[in-house]
Each structure stands twice: as structure tokens, then as C-alpha cells.
Nanobody, 124 residues
Framework: VQLQASGGGLVQAGDSLRLSCAASGRTGSSYTMGWFRQAPGKEREFVAGINDSGGRRYYADSVKGRFSISKDYAKNTLYLQMNSLKPEDTAVYYC??????????????????WGKGTQVTVSS
């Protein structure tokens, strides 16, 4: 499966932004999908994840209550709705997928499919 993330941009603190991740290729298979981010000088970290059926969603503590992950199966697209953005949310955001099932914090090193990142910059 190939992933293409989009929707990043420059916003002010408190604004909202929605990221999209379009999947192509062997999308008929079931995939766990997630969003990760990497801020300058920091390691890539888990942000949010959703299981293959969409029935389970997981969030990093830093984004709980502000971010929401969802999938549109008809469009083969993963979304990340980001509200009440903070300057510390500034990072390159990546979508990822894997055929295995995970819960809680998705393991960065075990996600087999990655899209190119999209930059999110939040000014204060």
C-alpha cells in the first residue's frame, strides 16, 4: 500500500487543521493505521491510531481531547482532525499503516508502510 499525506500548513495557536492520508495499492487488505510526528531535534512519536475496522482509536496523552483520527473507507483515506493547536504541535506529520493489530501507543519501528510527511507549523 502507498500512502500520501497532505493538509499541513502554517496556522496560529488555537486554530484547527485537518490532515489527510490517501491510500492506494492493495487497499483491500485490512490495515491498522496511525499518525506520527517528528519535531525538529526530536524523535518521531506516536500521535493517534485506529484499528482496521475503525472501532478502536488511540491517542497520545499530549493530543487527547484535541485531535481526532478517522477513516473514510469509500475514499481509502485516513484523517487527523487537529483542534486547539499549540506551538508544541509543530512537527512533520506522517501517516503509517501495518497489517498487524496494535493497541495503545503504536510501535514506531513495526509500522511497515509510511507516507511522506506534511509540515504543520503553529505560531504563538
Amino acid at each position: 500500500v502507498q500512502l500520501q499525506a497532505s493538509g499541513g500548513g502554517l496556522v496560529q495557536a488555537g486554530d484547527s487543521l485537518r490532515l489527510s492520508c490517501a491510500a492506494s495499492g492493495r487497499t483491500g487488505s485490512s490495515y491498522t493505521m496511525g499518525w506520527f510526528r517528528q519535531a525538529p531535534g526530536k524523535e518521531r512519536e506516536f500521535v493517534a491510531g485506529i484499528n482496521d475496522s475503525g472501532g478502536r482509536r488511540y491517542y497520545a496523552d499530549s493530543v487527547k481531547g484535541r485531535f481526532s483520527i478517522s477513516k473514510d473507507y469509500a475514499k481509502n483515506t485516513l484523517y487527523l482532525q487537529m483542534n486547539s493547536l499549540k506551538p508544541e504541535d509543530t512537527a512533520v506529520y506522517y501517516c503509517a499503516a501495518d497489517r498487524a493489530s496494535y493497541s495503545g501507543t503504536y510501535p514506531l519501528g513495526r509500522m511497515n508502510y509510511w507516507g511522506k510527511g506534511t509540515q504543520v507549523t503553529v505560531s504563538s
